[in-house]
């Protein structure tokens, strides 16, 4: 089994990262993560990139905006979290692994898991959410096995190449996480 890290981003992994976003033409991964919102075009050079994400952004004081995966060392995706309300403590969560080849073998699984590993054991947070589209099969499947139910289901509320999508709303609570450890 290849070794799955997450880790805060360095200059090669933002390196990596500028790739997936800004040069890779196929950009595979914008049909699955959030396809329904509009791609912006940037003409951000990679070393603007690299200076503009060097430092992390934390959310609370040991949470930080965005991780990133690693393969055996290699970039594999990121992580993200936001508030989706500060006042009640809701934290939302996101993963993406940009390289298709590494799809469908339960990679993007194991970087969930240990993300929600991570902001749990490092805050006091009551609850993580995850949001997605029902046409995100292995995002709802991945949810699912790191311990999220299906919380709400927003009928045709995204579309998606003309064609209409629920939105899902999936998460967990501490005790939840606390029961599967």
Same mark, same amino acid.
């Given at each position: 089994?290849?070794?799955?890290?997450?880790?805060?981003?360095?200059?090669?992994?933002?390196? &990596?990262?500028?790739?997936?976003?800004?040069? &890779?033409?196929?950009?595979?991964?914008?049909?699955?993560?959030?396809?329904?919102?509009?791609?912006?075009?940037? &003409?951000? #050079?990679? &070393?603007?990139?690299?200076?503009?994400? #060097?430092?992390p952004t934390y959310l609370l004081e040991s949470i930080p905006k965005q991780m990133v995966i690693t393969i055996d060392g290699e970039f594999l995706g990121t992580l993200h979290a936001y508030w989706e309300s500060?006042? #009640?403590?809701?934290?939302?969560?996101?993963?993406?692994?940009?390289?298709?080849?590494?799809?469908?073998?339960?990679?993007g699984t194991i970087a969930l898991q240990l993300w929600v590993d991570y902001i749990f054991e490092h805050s006091t947070l009551h609850r993580i959410g995850l949001t997605t589209w029902s046409g995100n099969y292995r995002m709802i499947k991945s949810a699912a096995k790191v311990g999220m139910i299906e919380e709400a289901r927003i009928r045709r509320a995204r579309i998606v190449k003309g064609e209409y999508y629920d939105s899902?709303?999936?998460g967990m609570l501490r005790e939840e996480w606390e029961a599967l450890r």
């Open positions: 089994m290849p070794n799955i890290n997450i880790e805060l981003p360095n200059e090669k992994l933002l390196s &990596d990262l500028y790739f997936w976003l800004h040069v &890779d033409e196929e950009k595979a991964s914008d049909n699955w993560n959030g396809p329904y919102f509009p791609r912006k075009k940037s &003409d951000i #050079t990679e &070393d603007e990139f690299i200076k503009k994400q #060097t430092e500060e006042v #009640t403590n809701w934290m939302e969560i996101g993963i993406c692994i940009f390289n298709k080849h590494y799809w469908g073998k339960g990679l899902i709303k999936m």
